[in-house]
């Protein structure tokens, strides 16, 4: 087979627009495949990655931490969805943010748990403009891929970014809102409309800024690949017969993810008091989630990035689930002072929470790399919350889920209990290690987690 003198982030373009592709073998020649021998890659030239997806509001830890350490342990009733990836991933517990507890400082957990998650450091307690935290791990890992990828980062959430006002006890919501710090002043603020996130990603900039060409596209209701049919029919031409497969599984599932969005806002978002959804946004929670995952997914298979964090809902949130039969908010029943009745709500949330990382992971896993591995094969995973006790406010023993195996540096399948409380930016510094931006400190590091 002729090799083709492509790079790994090549492009099909037609009318204006881009659709970055997956790694396919026919790009991997000689000196080009060499030159993806980079920062933030494995072994074999695949791309290394790295995710934080948040979860509120804690859980009800007798139902959510396992039975048991090592690789021995029981996964207990909350986690019961990640039973076939039991060897993708480990539990971490015993970690802590010292910077969320109140200190001097008073109310104010849920800021502190979500400006602390990924930075390690201690929020200044204002209102204002004057807003300071610390440089979050993603964002130091992205400065060692940029301009390696088209996105350095990608910031996605489920709920609208907010930067200013007052959100929690004194704290501006640009904490709460937040768990991704380019600088000490300054948040990265998440895309939460699906069709937004999907246009930034595989759509070129001159196309997704015309207003005009968007509206068109969507009264049509045209899908992205009709523009590119032409170009894709071409390339497939000059692949072999396994590149060709991959490429036309690819190209299913952007147009699967299109039609997704399109149903949803055909039908248009679901009507709530006082919070008209922006288009885009499906009207089931579930759905919404799991359309942000798939982007993601796609994001991390076309190397348009190598970063991301996913904030499911914001720390504090009082959502209800009526889907899983929860009518009152998550944030109300977090403060349960041991009810029995509420303490079963708030672990069917949970439960949620859980089946929806499942599917994250059952996308990457059954998504393969040049070499054969998976891309969660060669991704770095956490499933994280700010807070382990939603009723005590704890800030210590948070709920850790670290998936993947970091393209060989990580060995998953065991409960990781630390020998003592650690901080949980520890993990985080095997976590640069592994991906290549070692440094000496993030927020109130103290070393490196021995356990992992």
């Known amino acids: 087979m002729s090799s083709l003198r492509l790079d790994r982030r090549s492009f099909i373009k037609s009318a204006g627009l881009s659709l970055a592709l997956p790694s396919l073998e026919s790009f991997f020649a000689g ?36 039975k048991g350490v090592g690789a021995e342990y029981e996964l207990n009733a909350s986690m019961q969805a990640l039973g076939e990836f039991k060897q993708d991933f480990s539990i971490v517990s015993g970690l802590e943010h010292k910077h969320g507890w109140a200190g001097g400082d008073g109310g104010g957990d849920h800021a502190r748990a979500s400006a602390t998650i990924l930075t390690g450091a201690r929020p200044k ?6 807003i300071r935290a610390g440089v979050s791990v993603d964002q130091i890992a992205a400065r060692q891929v940029e301009g390696l990828t088209r996105f350095a980062s990608l910031e996605l959430s489920c709920d609208a970014a907010r930067a200013a006002g007052t959100c929690d006890s004194g704290y501006s919501c640009a904490y709460q809102h937040n768990i991704s710090w380019r600088s000490s002043t300054q ?47 071409s390339l497939q031409k000059q692949l072999g017969r396994s590149d060709r497969n991959k490429l036309d599984e690819y190209l299913t599932g952007v147009r699967e993810i299109e039609q997704r969005i399109q149903n949803a806002e055909k039908f248009g978002p679901l009507p709530t008091v006082g919070d008209t959804k922006p288009d885009g946004i499906p009207g089931s929670y579930r759905d919404h989630v799991r359309l942000m995952f798939d982007i993601l ?109 970091g393209g060989g540096a990580l060995q998953p399948g065991s409960h990781l209990k630390a020998s003592s409380p650690q901080p949980m930016t520890n993990l985080y510094m095997n976590l640069l290690r592994n991906f290549g931006a070692p440094v000496e400190r993030i927020g109130d590091s103290s070393g490196f987690l021995s356990e992992i």
Request: net charge neutral.
């Open 297 to 405: 997914a796609l994001a991390f298979q076309t190397d348009s990035t190598r970063i991301s964090t996913f904030l499911l809902a914001h720390d504090g949130s009082n959502r209800s689930f009526q889907e899983i039969g929860v009518s009152e908010g998550h944030h109300h029943l977090s403060h349960h002072q041991d009810d029995p009745k509420k303490k079963e709500l708030i672990s069917r949330i949970d439960r949620f929470y859980i089946e929806q990382f499942a599917y994250f992971l059952k996308r990457l896993r059954d998504t393969r790399e040049v070499d054969g591995k998976s891309i969660l094969d060669n991704s770095m995973i956490v499933f994280c919350s700010g807070l382990s006790d939603g009723n005590k406010h704890s800030h210590d023993n948070l709920p850790v889920i670290v998936a993947g195996r």
């Open 125 to 130: 307690k204002t209102a204002g403009a004057d």
């Open 187 to 233: 948040p990265v603020g998440a895309e939460s409309n699906p069709r937004l996130a999907f246009e930034r990603l595989f759509v070129s900039g001159a196309a997704a800024n015309d207003a005009a060409q968007a509206e068109l596209r969507k009264a049509r209701e045209s899908s992205l690949l009709d523009f590119i049919a032409a170009e894709a029919k």
């Open 31 to 66: 000196a080009a495949k060499a030159a993806t021998l980079r920062a933030a890659t494995t072994a074999s030239g695949d791309p290394l990655r790295m995710a934080f997806v948040y979860a509120p509001n804690g859980v009800i830890g007798e139902n959510w931490f396992p």
